[in-house]
């Protein structure tokens, strides 16, 4: 038991970035389909996953910044913070939406072997992939770093 508490203190911070960043996937993967549901396909692909990125956006920074990286930053440092937070998570949200964009539009109709609504699924999970790893390489080295304080 011990051997877990250390190895939980050791990988604190990639483990909650992990158990975090589910959260927000999950909560990305939920506004998807009730987007589809309620609006349809091209608009929870389209406008839908702007929208969806922004309340994403917004929930990542509140547990990145209280949670995973416990960041004490306060006036001018925490305003830094949040402009390179929001700035990085923009960029990724554009790597999102060329990928669902991409993958729903372009390649969904070549698509048979799934429904369209599972496909977008399928796509997003795989940019959800590309967006976590680019957003916790970002997080690690240009926001939340020690220097900010």
């Known amino acids: 038991m011990q051997t877990i508490k250390n190895l939980f203190a050791k990988y ?3 483990i909650s970035y992990l158990f ?20 349809g396909l091209d608009f929870a692909a389209g406008v ?26 306060r006036g001018a440092a925490a305003w ?14 554009v790597v ?3 990928i669902m964009w991409g993958g729903v539009s372009g390649l969904g109709p070549l698509v048979t072997f799934v429904s369209p609504e599972l496909w ?3 796509v997003k999970l795989f940019s959800q992939v590309v967006v976590i790893v680019s957003n ?11 220097k900010a304080q």
């Open 96 to 98: 999102d939406q060329f």
């Open 48 to 73: 839908g996953n702007i929208l969806n990125n922004a309340i994403c956006i917004l929930f990542a920074y509140w547990t990145n910044r209280s949670f995973v990286f416990r960041s004490k930053s």
């Open 20 to 39: 975090f960043g589910g959260l927000a996937t999950l909560l990305n993967f939920v506004i998807l389909n009730i987007f589809q549901l309620a609006f």
């Open 120 to 122: 977008a699924n399928i």
């Open 136 to 146: 916790y390489v970002f997080s690690k080295i240009l926001i939340f770093t020690k």
């Open 12 to 14: 604190y911070e990639q």
């Open 80 to 93: 830094q913070e949040f402009t390179k937070f929001i700035g990085c998570r923009i960029f990724t949200a």
